[in-house]
């Protein structure tokens, strides 16, 4: 089964064909960082008339190996994300679903970010290698949601971050640094050169599964502006701080529910540190996508979509965004 996967969400136009949830036929993925990258953040308006512009094109690059008689049904992103965004993915792809005749389901981006593990280039890429229960850990630009997942489209949140989202901490730690956008990618680079010798604080919560990130990026703050510390150091402080709390909570979580495994997902799952760190100390086999999937890819949404299409999850052309929808 062929699955023609789209994805607007946020900043990066995307469409993929993905075949039986797992193999990539074609993964195409415009990214509009550098348009953003001036405004050190994204602009929603800006965001959703570039989605207008590359969202053809992008979808006609992933068709190129494949012919439409071939796809069995059209994936796409619903929420959450930015409300004008989202609108040009569900409406192009329910107009393509209308003209080829073909059934379309909605997906949740953040459901779609875990499946990124199903894929072929990540760890349980060959089918029947996740073991369910699983803990996932979806920690991106927008969200750190803890979530327990017992079996195919069936999740439960258990925690979620009280403030800012990991890659929004990452995001804002760079600026202050004056390290640019993405924040992310910038602080593991500068980090690789620092120790992570300054005293930063962790928000554990006691035996909540929330996270909080708010008060780290204040203490940092704090840091900078008394002056004298390097900015390599910094980094590397703030990145072990964040790895820190996601790896001993989840760890601790993944302990407590005996699941069978950890599946991370997201764009900070990219973060080496991270991974590292999972790798060592986790009780149970850690599944990691490769960081271009970690991202936002429209693969990931295809993959969502297959299981959505095998449970019968059909969607009507009613199908509208839901910008905050939720996890579980
Ligand atoms: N190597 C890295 N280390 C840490 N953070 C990273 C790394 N690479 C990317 N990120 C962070 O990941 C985030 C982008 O991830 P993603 O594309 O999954 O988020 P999003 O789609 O914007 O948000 P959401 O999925 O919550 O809607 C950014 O905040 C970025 O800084
Ligand atoms: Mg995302």
């Known amino acids: 089964m062929k699955i023609l996967g789209v994805e607007t969400s946020c900043d990066e136009t995307a469409a993929a064909v993905v075949e039986d949830g797992s193999r990539i036929i074609s993964d195409v993925v415009a990214s509009q960082i550098d348009i953003h990258a001036r405004y050190g953040g994204i602009v929603p308006e800006i965001a959703s008339r570039q989605h207008l512009l590359t969202i053809i094109p992008v979808i006609s690059q992933a068709m190129t190996e494949v012919s439409w008689q071939d796809i069995n049904g059209i994936a796409v992103t619903f ?10 993915g569900v409406n192009v792809a329910k107009a393509i679903a209308l003209a080829k005749k073909l059934p379309i389901t909605g997906v949740n981006h953040l459901e779609a970010h875990i499946y990124a593990n199903w894929l072929d280039s990540s760890p349980a890429g060959e089918k029947g ?8 850990l979806v920690v991106s630009g927008g969200h750190s949601d803890l979530v327990l997942m017992k079996g195919h489209g069936q999740f439960e949140k258990l925690g979620q971050t009280l403030d800012d989202a990991a890659g929004e901490a990452f995001d804002k730690a760079a600026r202050l ?12 680079q500068a980090a690789r050169s620092g120790i992570p010798c300054l005293p930063l604080p962790r928000a554990w919560l006691k035996e909540s599964h929330d ?11 704090h840091l900078v502006h008394k002056g004298g510390i390097s900015v390599a150091d910094a980094a590397a402080s703030f990145q072990l701080a964040i790895v820190d709390v996601l790896v001993a909570k989840t760890i601790e979580a993944a302990k407590q529910l005996e699941v069978k495994q950890i599946l991370l997902s997201g764009g900070v799952a990219a973060n080496k540190i ?3 760190h999972f790798l060592a100390n986790s009780p149970v086999p850690v599944l990691i996508p490769p960081p271009h999937l970690c991202t936002d890819n429209a693969a990931m949404v295809a993959a969502c979509g297959y299981y959505h299409f095998q449970a019968g999850k059909i969607s009507g052309y009613d199908l509208d965004v839901v910008p905050s929808l939720g996890l579980g």
Do not use: D, H, M, N
């Open 79 to 88: 929420g959450p994300g930015l409300a004008g965004s989202l609108l040009v």
């Open 211 to 221: 996270f909080s990130f708010s008060g780290l990026k204040t203490a940092l703050w």
């Open 129 to 136: 290698r996740v073991k369910f229960p699983c803990l996932c």
């Open 274 to 276: 991270l991974t590292q």
């Open 177 to 188: 640094l004056g390290l640019g956008y993405p924040g992310g990618p910038a602080i593991e």
